[in-house]
């Protein structure tokens, strides 16, 4: 929804925009498992052919890169992960888990979470709410019988979300969202001020590896980054986790990351991350279920209306 006049809103219409999803009570572990001083969250966002296809394109090259991105790029990442024993998760767009249920199924064989991305990588913002929560409780459904358990965390294609995202997943009691960039430490988010009890695995645009790396021809965006350029912004970010004892969370896309040119990242950040020691690795869920249980701070100054 776009407001054509902002500056004509009345205080109390404004207010409740901005408190409508807002960060509540902060999570921050003093230690990790195993007393380790970071974690490390590794994300891949299967999106493969649904790139194309959620955002209504039908072009043949575009669903073919997606298909790269299943037969090469998921390959390449799970090998990386096997070889250096590190759990991930990978968030799976229905239609992709329909397209290839083996896919997901060798994904949670070999140890990794799967997480909900919507049903065909749509974009939350647009649909009405009875249509959204159709959508996100048949992709539940479809993860669920792929993989014989039900997912537990849920992030939204692209990162929009409508007013009623939130509520969805807390109706649905997932135990984590990971789409939204309040803070870079795990939070609980609020609903029109209440608490909901779920998690946020917070994300960045500058931890995702398609912001840089990503190739459009129309509207023309290039891979202006290096790739040795984005493994040292990643490799900060991570420093600065470790320095703090806090939270280092990268999203990655099989078909960004997964060439040969590239699929190195991952790994030297791994080796990266052991050599300096005290980092563990864990999916999504493992984060937010520890940081929920171990995050003991109580709430953040300036954390909006609704704070508890
Ligand atoms: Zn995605």
């Known amino acids: 929804m776009r407001i054509a006049e902002p500056w004509r809103l009345e205080e109390t219409e404004w207010r409740r925009l901005v408190g ?25 966002d299967c999106d493969h052919e649904t790139f194309e296809l959620g955002a209504g394109g039908t072009a043949i090259g575009r669903l073919a890169w997606g298909e790269f991105g299943r037969r090469v790029g998921t390959p390449r990442i799970l090998d990386v992960l096997q070889r250096h024993g590190v759990p991930a998760t990978f968030f799976m767009p229905a239609v992709c888990a329909l397209i290839d249920p083996d896919e997901t199924r060798r994904i949670v064989a070999a140890g990794h ?28 459904d479809v993860l669920e019988k792929t993989i014989g ?3 537990v965390g849920f992030r939204s294609a692209n990162w929009d979300l409508s007013p009623h995202t939130v509520a969805l997943v807390a109706e649905m009691g997932l135990e984590y ?47 202006w980054t290096p790739p040795d350029s984005v493994f040292e912004i990643f490799r900060r970010e991570l420093d600065a986790a470790w320095n703090e004892g806090g939270l280092f969370q990268l999203v990655m896309h099989p078909f960004v990351i997964g060439y040969r040119s590239r699929i190195w990242i991952l790994e030297q950040l791994i080796e ?3 050599a300096k020691g005290g980092a563990w690795f864990g999916t999504h869920a493992a984060v937010a279920r520890w940081a929920r249980g171990h995050g003991g701070v109580s709430s953040q100054a300036g954390s909006g209306p609704g704070k508890p």
Request: proline share 8%; charged share 30%.
């Open 113 to 140: 979470e799967v997480g909900l991305h919507g049903w065909i990588h749509e974009n939350n913002s647009r649909l009405d709410a009875p249509t959204e929560r159709d959508l996100i409780l048949r992709a539940r």
């Open 149 to 151: 358990a039900t997912p």
């Open 177 to 223: 969202d990971s789409s939204l960039m309040a803070d870079e430490s795990c939070y609980e988010l609020l609903l029109d001020g209440e608490p909901t009890g779920v998690v946020e695995v917070p994300v960045e645009w500058l931890r995702d590896d398609a912001v840089y790396l990503m190739f459009n021809r129309e509207p023309a965006t290039r891979p």
């Open 20 to 44: 409508r999803v807002r960060a509540g009570r902060a999570l921050r572990p003093q230690r990790w498992p195993n007393s380790a001083r970071c974690a490390v969250a590794f994300s891949f």
């Open 272 to 274: 990266h991350a052991k």
